[in-house]
T-cell receptor, first 112, second 110 residues
């Protein structure tokens, strides 16, 4: 059974459109993260979320990005106006504390 | 600035041919070094956490070790199913964010 599920598995969108990527942590954890991986590159940190607040965000996580935990279970990443360079795999991860993070299978975002 | 460098970038082994992957790191106050396995198009799969120099952990054909500057992932008698990209990461800052290396892509031929 997966620790984390993500939907959709693949999202194709036009440049300038809004996308919402969803993550469902299967069991209760306190720390949530979003990472992205551009094809052939490193996994990069985007944002960390603790106690329903952003605890840290990277330079990549500009005003076009936002995160929410709207109903206490889902954890979403919204990109308001997508750019070509936003094309990447987006991974959600969870942790109990400062220990191992469990990653979801990812959403492949393709911006045309 | 916290940084992680992995070598080699790619490694080809024959089945049964043991080898090691290297992860060099610079971080202000290590609070954990992590090894993950990533298959193509999938999310990273957790393997090991190491916290202090001298620590070792094993799982099947894999053994991870840690010094003050680097970590090694030793693969003993690998099988084709061990083919994957192995990622090393360190905790950075106070929020638990991970800084990843670029990975080592391992191919094990039968």
């Amino acid at each position: 059974e997966p620790e984390v599920t993500q939907t959709p598995s693949h999202q194709v969108t036009q440049m300038g459109q809004e996308v919402i990527l969803r993550c469902v942590p299967i069991s209760n954890h306190l720390y949530f993260y979003w990472y992205r991986q551009i094809l052939g590159q490193k996994v990069e940190f985007l944002v960390s979320f603790y106690n329903n607040e952003i605890s840290e965000k990277s330079e990549i996580f500009d005003d076009q990005f936002s995160v929410e935990r709207p109903d206490g279970s889902n954890f979403t990443l919204k990109i308001r106006s997508t750019k070509l360079e936003d094309s990447a795999m987006y991974f959600c991860a969870k942790a109990r504390a400062s220990d191992e993070q469990f990653f979801g299978p990812g959403t492949r975002l393709t911006v045309l | 600035e916290d940084q992680v460098t992995q070598s080699p970038e790619a490694l080809r082994l024959q089945e049964g041919e043991s080898s090691s992957l290297n992860c060099s790191y610079t971080v202000s106050g290590l609070r954990g070094l992590f090894w993950y396995r990533q298959d193509p198009g999938k999310g990273p799969e957790f393997l090991f956490t190491l916290y202090s120099a001298g620590e070792e952990k094993e799982k099947e054909r894999l053994k991870a070790t840690l010094t003050k500057k680097e970590s090694f992932l030793h693969i003993t008698a690998p099988k084709p199913e061990d083919s994957a990209t192995y990622l090393c990461a360190v905790h950075s800052g106070n929020t638990g964010k991970l800084i990843f290396g670029q990975g080592t892509t391992l191919q094990v031929k039968p």
